[in-house]
């Protein structure tokens, strides 16, 4: 039966070690600032700003959430984002999705300063990846890192399948790996629709799985005693679930998270912990 890797836990840590790092910030007189930006009433971006701006005051952060109506100008989002990049009391800048269908992500996203992304998605940002030097990286990708480091395997070697490619996790999640020296392969929706999915699955001593279909990898493809990280989400009948058959997976799996309760604590955590060192860099 696998040990269950409880994200609140792993969050927990990282909040502690955040503590110390801001309060020898404040005894060289330097305070930590992040930035929300929110266009429309969207219900879920509203309950993940309450956890932000929660998670920001318990360990010393200041937090603000600017609101926009859902009919703001490209060009008025824009010029917000580069008031927000001169002001120096501004350490971290986070937008909120998702956006109005007339608001591209990745032009706002390319206009923050790579030193404020506290998301770590700007195309700068992504880039230090490639080249195996990341300042500040996706926090799901992030996230999905310390959760398996906290198992304490030795990572050198090791056969890793990512389920899902996407720009803020899975291509992330891939470079991380193999900065590490983990034997990586990424798997998305050709894999699938080609039937080969279960194969690689098979294979994988580090499965990650991030795409957001309810039960997409069955219990029976887990390798016995694989390491199981569970980014998705998912609603079915009034519950959330992941991508994992959960139940059976965790007969097969030597490590495995939960959702909820895995990914999502850390990677707020991982928000924070950037923010942080957006604030120590540009206090340089």
């Not at 969207?42 to 926009?68: D, M, T, V, W």
């Not at 032009?107 to 700068?124: C, F, H, W, Y």
């Not at 392969?185 to 999915?197: F, K, N, P, Q």
Request: aromatic share 4%.
């Amino acid at each position: 039966m696998a040990k269950i890797l409880d994200g609140s836990e792993i969050a927990g840590k990282i909040k502690e070690e955040l503590k110390c790092e801001i309060e020898k910030l404040k005894e060289k007189d330097i305070f930590s600032s992040l930035i929300a930006i929110q266009v429309g009433e969207n219900p879920g971006a509203k309950i993940y700003a309450r956890s932000q701006k929660k998670a920001c005051e318990k360990i010393g952060i200041n937090y603000k959430l600017h609101q926009f109506k859902e009919d703001i100008s490209l060009k008025e989002m824009e010029e917000f984002i580069k008031k927000l990049n001169k002001d120096k009391k501004v350490n971290g800048i986070i937008i909120q999705m998702p956006l109005p269908s007339h608001l591209d992500a990745f032009t706002l996203q390319r206009m923050i300063n790579p030193l404020k992304d506290a998301e770590g998605v700007s195309p700068a940002n992504m880039g230090m990846l490639v080249y195996g030097r990341p300042l500040l990286a996706p926090c799901t990708a992030m996230a999905v890192m310390e959760i398996i480091k906290s198992t304490g395997i030795n990572l050198f070697g090791k056969e890793a399948v990512m389920v899902g490619h996407s720009d803020i996790v899975g291509k992330p999640v891939a470079l991380l790996l193999l900065k590490e020296f983990v034997t990586t392969s990424v798997c998305h929706i050709a894999t699938g629709e080609r039937g080969r999915l279960p194969y690689y699955v098979k294979e994988a001593e580090i499965l990650i799985v991030a795409v957001g279909k309810a039960n997409l990898i069955k219990g029976e493809w887990i390798k016995e005693g694989a390491l199981v990280i569970d980014v998705g989400i998912n609603r079915v009948e009034g519950k959330i679930v992941g991508d994992v058959e959960f139940e059976k997976a965790k007969e097969k799996a030597s490590y495995i998270t939960p959702v909820p309760g895995g990914v999502g604590p850390v990677t707020t955590a991982i928000l924070l912990k950037n923010t942080i060192e957006a604030t120590k860099i540009q206090s340089k």
